[in-house]
């Protein structure tokens, strides 16, 4: 921007953690509740989030899937019978031991113990897994293929609003199959509806692959995940799918008989994909003026500012404003209508103007009296922020207006794969120089593994960790970068949020 004033107090080179909360609090998306680690999402915030919800609903729906829900709070019981997965959550878990109040001395306390604790859901295995067993008798009724969109709570310990809160807004996949087959394909399918959500709609470009056995989903036989990088060189996991085997309907007794009349035990997958990613765009996309949204993923594609110099123009700027609207809803990008909105709240223009950009909308329209004459718009684009508008021919705007939002969807895409590359090494071949690495800098470092899950412990003397096993292999041989046994498979290592 041309004023210091209209960009963020602290930019990204100072302070990676004091910009991200500046874009949050410019772009007036959310803030901290007064409960520890909960937040509010504010309305901008959560119309973000109603995009992401609801294209990847769609999707969920489209390969096969019916929403359904199930209670937040999971008997302590049922968390008991399936403690490989529990481990891995155990120290987040938040526990209702009471359930009601009663005065004393003037306070309120908890008066009636629970006869047995009720965990408030960190995820819902435990309390799916026994429907299921009631759902499913014979082969004729898998699969079964369920997703449920609700709220979670993991007791953080470091809290940040998006990435890691207390609560968070989720939705999870639960599917049954009769083999390992028909499982492991759907854990593929739905990492692929993840990875098509993130990098088409939203811009982020990600590396799939397998997780290590030390990140792997408690309780998973295997992993599959999208892996990203913020702007700070750390990766954040950005969507993943669980082949969970036979362990979890083992402990709950899911069993079919199939059709040669034997009794089998399923196989199920779970899947899931929250709020954080607006963190990820948030932390990929956003600059030192605030938030950066991609098109298709932004709420509104263009405001228009009126612009009055007085009540007697206003009428006839006001009309025009609203036919630039309508105009540009006629149009079509991304087999949607364009998102055009019209700002008529009593406020400064120029104040308008720069709340929008800050909030990321692609682009921001002006028009007053002298636009009227000239049959023109000034046009504010969000790629290449300027205190002065270009102004383009009103109706050469409306015509060109997909291509150009096409164009900055790419441009966007483009720009992050591009810093993604150049934060990307390779030639970092043993413990030393990885150690070495990571303590001067972050970045992905794609290197070899000899797949010892022992070594992945070697890591954390630096805070590092294996992200994934990418899908994409180079075939080639060398030695292992934690152990320097001879191996053959790629992974990729970084720090993590």
Request: hydrophobic share 40%; proline share 5%; net charge neutral.
């Amino acid at each position: 921007m041309s004023s210091a004033k209209r960009a963020l107090p602290v930019t990204r080179r100072e302070d990676f953690a004091e910009w991200y909360q500046a874009v949050i609090d410019a772009a007036d998306m959310a803030e901290a509740s007064g409960v520890r680690g909960c937040m509010i999402i504010k309305p901008w915030g959560y119309k973000i989030w109603e995009r992401i919800q609801r294209r990847l609903d769609d999707d969920i729906k489209a390969t096969g899937h019916d929403n359904c829900y199930f209670p937040i709070f999971i008997p302590i019981e049922l968390i008991q019978k399936e403690a490989s997965h529990v481990e891995g959550f155990a120290k987040e878990m938040a526990i209702v031991t009471h359930h009601r109040l009663e005065t004393q001395d003037g306070k309120l306390v908890p008066a009636a113990p629970l006869e047995s604790p009720l965990v408030v859901r960190p995820t819902s295995e435990a309390m799916i897994t026994p429907a299921l067993k009631r759902w499913i008798h014979s082969y004729r009724d898998l699969p079964v293929k369920i997703n449920q969109w609700a709220n979670v709570v993991r007791w953080e310990l470091r809290p940040r609003l998006f990435l890691r809160t207390s609560e968070f807004l989720w939705q999870e996949g639960h599917t049954v199959h009769a083999n390992a087959e028909e499982a492991i394909e759907e854990t593929r399918n739905m990492l692929n509806v993840y990875r098509s959500l993130v990098e088409d709609f939203m811009a982020i470009p990600v590396i799939p692959g397998v997780k290590s056995p030390g990140e792997r989903f408690p309780g998973a036989v295997e992993t599959h995940t999208i892996e990203a990088m913020m702007q700070d060189g750390r990766a954040l996991q950005s969507g993943t799918s669980h082949y969970l085997g036979q362990n979890f309907a083992r402990a709950a007794e899911i069993e079919f008989v199939d059709r040669d009349g034997r009794l089998k035990i399923a196989h199920t997958t779970s899947w899931g994909f929250s709020t954080r990613l607006i963190g990820a765009t948030i932390m990929v996309h956003a600059d030192d003026d605030g938030l950066r949204l991609p098109p298709r993923l932004t709420p509104y594609q263009v405001v228009i500012v009126p612009i009055m110099r007085g009540e007697a123009q206003r009428g006839d700027v006001v009309a025009a404003c609203e036919a630039l609207a309508r105009s540009l809803r006629a149009q079509s990008y991304a087999d949607e209508p364009i998102r055009a909105f019209v700002d008529l709240r009593a406020e400064n223009s120029t104040t308008k103007r720069w709340n929008w950009l800050k909030k990321g909308v692609p682009l921001v329209c002006e028009i007053g009296p002298r636009d009227l004459q000239g049959g023109q718009v000034a046009v504010h684009c969000r790629l290449d922020i300027c205190a002065r508008g270009v102004t383009q021919n009103l109706a050469e705007f409306i015509t060109d207006i997909p291509q150009v939002l096409g164009n900055f969807q790419t441009t966007m895409m483009e720009q992050a794969r591009r810093y993604r590359h150049e934060m990307t090494v390779d030639d970092v071949t043993s413990l030393d120089a990885l150690r070495r690495y990571f303590s001067e800098k972050t970045g992905f470092v794609r290197a070899k593994w000899s797949g010892n899950p022992a070594s992945e412990d070697l890591l954390k003397e630096f805070g590092a960790t294996i992200r994934c096993i990418p899908y994409e292999q180079s075939g080639t041989a060398g030695r292992c970068v934690l152990t320097g046994e001879s191996a053959t498979t790629d992974a990729i290592f970084a720090k993590a949020y």
